[in-house]
């Protein structure tokens, strides 16, 4: 069985920062990669980042430049560092792992809330 925690989300005033992690454990074998999506009630889901299978990062183009995504392998952990927030930046934030080698599994955390607002 496959565990994502997620911490860090909150409410933060537009133009603050906010870190979130997501550690993963349990049962994983070959972690591909990792990544965060979020979704805003009535809205599709979003992806906000992730790595790639070759390792490289990709954005939303609403967050480039003002999200970065990293990773601690030794930890199967993945961070999620948001600067500049902005109201519309609010959403559940929902990290993700793709695992099991070329059986491409995913399990996803709980959410975690960001809350933009003054």
């Known amino acids: 069985q496959v565990q994502l925690v997620e911490s860090g989300g909150g409410l933060v005033q537009p133009g603050g920062s906010l870190r979130l992690s997501c550690a993963a454990s349990g049962s994983i074998v070959s972690i591909n990669f990792m990544g965060w999506y979020r979704r805003v009630p009535g809205k599709e889901r979003e992806l906000v980042a992730t790595f790639t299978s070759r390792a490289s990062a990709i954005y939303a183009d609403s967050v480039k430049g003002r999200f970065t995504i990293s990773r601690d392998n030794a930890k199967n952990t993945v961070f999620l560092q948001m600067h500049s927030l902005k109201p519309e930046d609010t959403a559940v934030y929902y990290c993700?792992?793709?695992?099991?080698?070329?059986?491409?599994?995913?399990?996803w955390g709980q959410g975690t809330q960001v809350t933009v607002s003054s």
């Open positions: 993700y792992v793709d695992w099991g080698g070329s059986l491409s599994l995913r399990s």
